[in-house]
Each structure stands twice: as C-alpha cells, then as structure tokens.
T-cell receptor, first 113, second 115 residues
Framework: QKEVEQDPGPLSVPEGAIVSLNCTYS??????FMWYRQYSRKGPELLMY????GNKEDGRFTAQVDKSSKYISLFIRDSQPSDSATYLC?????????????FGGGTRLMVKP | GAGVSQSPSNKVTEKGKDVELRCDPI?????LYWYRQSLGQGLEFLIY????????KSGLPSDRFSAERTGGSVSTLTIQRTQQEDSAVYLC?????????????FGSGTQLSVL
C-alpha cells in the first residue's frame, strides 16, 4: 500500500463546476500538506500549503486537512479551462532543510468550456 | 528571475548506455533535490544536496545512480548502464537556505526514454 493515495482520474467537469480533489495517507506523523499543480511537460508548482489540520483559502482554491481521518482535500470553485492540469498532493514530516516530500500519484483534471 | 533550468529536456538512449542529466538551480538556492516521476506515478525522492554535500542519498534506486554538485550550484545526475525501467521524467528542485517546504521550486524536468 502506498503511503499517500490519490485517485488518478481523469476527472472531467464543465466550466464553472466545483471540483473536489482528495488524498488519503497512512503516516500520522505528517504535519505539512501541500497541493501542487502540474501542467503538461512542466514541473509541479506549489498551489496551496497548510500546516496541521484546518482550512486555508486562496481565491478560488480551498485546502482542507483532517488529520484525525488522515484525509486532505483541495476544492476549486468556478473551475476554468485553465485549471486543466494534474494535481498532486504532497506531505512532509517537518519543515527543515532536506526534508523529503511524499507525493500522491496525481489526479488529472479536465475542465471543459 | 530565472527559474530552475534542466537539460536536456528530452533524452532518448539505448539500454546499457550511460546518461548525464543537468540541473541549474535558482541563483542563491543552497538546497537542491532530485525527484523521479514515472508515468502515472507520483514523484519519487532520489537525493538531496545542501551546498556540495549530499546528506541524504537514501532515495537512489541502485548503485547505477549517482549525483554530484559542484560550486554549490549546478548538479548532474548520472545513470550508468541504463535499463528500460529507468524511463521517467527526472525533476530537479531547489530551495533557499532553511529548506522550508513552501519555498521549493521545480524545473520542467528531463524526459528520459530508454529503448
């Protein structure tokens, strides 16, 4: 069993829809949780970053962390075709130099005009 | 300013050949990471450099893989006697001193295909 599980999709939604992306994990020691967006033939770019449990909102994006359930989510409101990409969740044990990120496999999202 | 630069962007090689992949981090970034992304898989950690030293080589999959960093800047990842299972996108990332996770920047990667 992988340490971080993520539905690979693809997830296809119409423009304007609310998108929910999720990851589950097994290591309760993870404290830092991130969502990366990766366009085709590009490297991942950080979208959201959350420490411990709770919600964080940034524009159309909301990240949720439920450590008790070992479950994290990314919500995208009013989705746009430009949101079409692969979304990777990632997590780490600490925030020190050299700390390794553990990634999910990524969910491919397609937003159709 | 310039981001993390990787070269070549694509590399096709024959099984058994050696390959070198290059990473130019963001100027001033002291931490440098290599990750591997296989088709449909998440990123797999390979190695981490702080300056020129590599405190963590735990992710290198076999002794055919090695990496070095010179002058606290450019890094090369070398794969000897390539195998078909080495085919993947090799991503480099850098971060400023302190290594905070939210300050990690990735390059666009090198797509390696081993025939």
């Amino acid at each position: 069993q992988k340490e971080v599980e993520q539905d690979p999709g693809p997830l296809s939604v119409p423009e304007g829809a609310i998108v929910s992306l999720n990851c589950t994990y097994s290591n309760s020691a993870f404290q830092y949780f991130m969502w990366y967006r990766q366009y085709s033939r590009k490297g991942p770019e950080l979208l959201m970053y959350t420490y411990s449990s709770g919600n964080k909102e940034d524009g159309r994006f909301t990240a949720q962390v439920d450590k008790s359930s070992k479950y994290i989510s990314l919500f995208i409101r009013d989705s746009q075709p430009s949101d079409s990409a692969t979304y990777l969740c990632a997590m780490s044990l600490n925030n020190n130099a050299g700390n390794m990120l553990t990634f999910g496999g990524g969910t491919r999202l397609m937003v159709k005009p | 300013g310039a981001g993390v630069s990787q070269s070549p962007s694509n590399k096709v090689t024959e099984k058994g050949k050696d390959v070198e992949l290059r990473c130019d981090p963001i100027s001033g970034h002291t931490a440098l990471y290599w990750y591997r992304q296989s088709l449909g898989q998440g990123l797999e950690f390979l190695i981490y450099f702080q300056g020129n030293s590599a405190p963590d080589k735990s992710g290198l999959p076999s002794d055919r893989f090695s990496a070095e960093r010179t002058g606290g800047s450019v890094s090369t990842l070398t794969i000897q006697r390539t195998q078909q299972e080495d085919s993947a996108v090799y991503l480099c990332a850098s971060s400023p001193a302190g290594g905070r996770v939210e300050k990690l920047f990735f390059g666009s990667g090198t797509q390696l295909s081993v025939l």
